[in-house]
Nanobody, 125 residues
Framework: QLQASGGGLVQAGDSLRLSCAASGRTFNSAPVAWFRQGPGKEREFVGVIDMWTGRRDYAESVKGRFTISRNNAKNTVYLEMNNLKPEDTAVYHC????????????????????WGQGTQVTVSS
């Protein structure tokens, strides 16, 4: 089970850190990804960390502003979001899967089997 938390209402330019905690399982070598769905928008990929290689990848819209990190001891992955913009307003979900998958597929929502319930991030202008 995944639990995403840390969302809230902030102003443009502020920062937030989201957490994705796993209970009853460990992330092991599987990728952990963040997706978001804004009002009236399709779900979109935000970023991913490959727990085996440590490699991170981000959507172009968040590169340079968002950073994914992890705490293996706490079985938690974080999404640090800086310089937030109103267009970042969305429900943010974390997701993972059983086992590794090729890097080229890690941005695809369909490859993930386990999803957190989502945490709302609202950025006011």
């Amino acid at each position: 089970q995944l639990q995403a938390s840390g969302g809230g209402l902030v102003q443009a330019g502020d920062s937030l850190r989201l957490s994705c905690a796993a209970s009853g399982r460990t992330f092991n070598s599987a990728p952990v990804a963040w997706f978001r769905q804004g009002p009236g928008k399709e779900r979109e990929f935000v970023g991913v960390i490959d727990m085996w290689t440590g490699r991170r990848d981000y959507a172009e819209s968040v590169k340079g502003r968002f950073t994914i990190s992890r705490n293996n001891a706490k079985n938690t992955v974080y999404l640090e979001m800086n310089n937030l913009k109103p267009e970042d307003t969305a429900v943010y979900h974390c997701a993972t899967r059983n086992g590794r998958i090729v890097t080229s597929s890690q941005h695809l929502a369909g490859v993930y089997e386990y999803w957190g319930q989502g945490t709302q991030v609202t950025v006011s202008s």
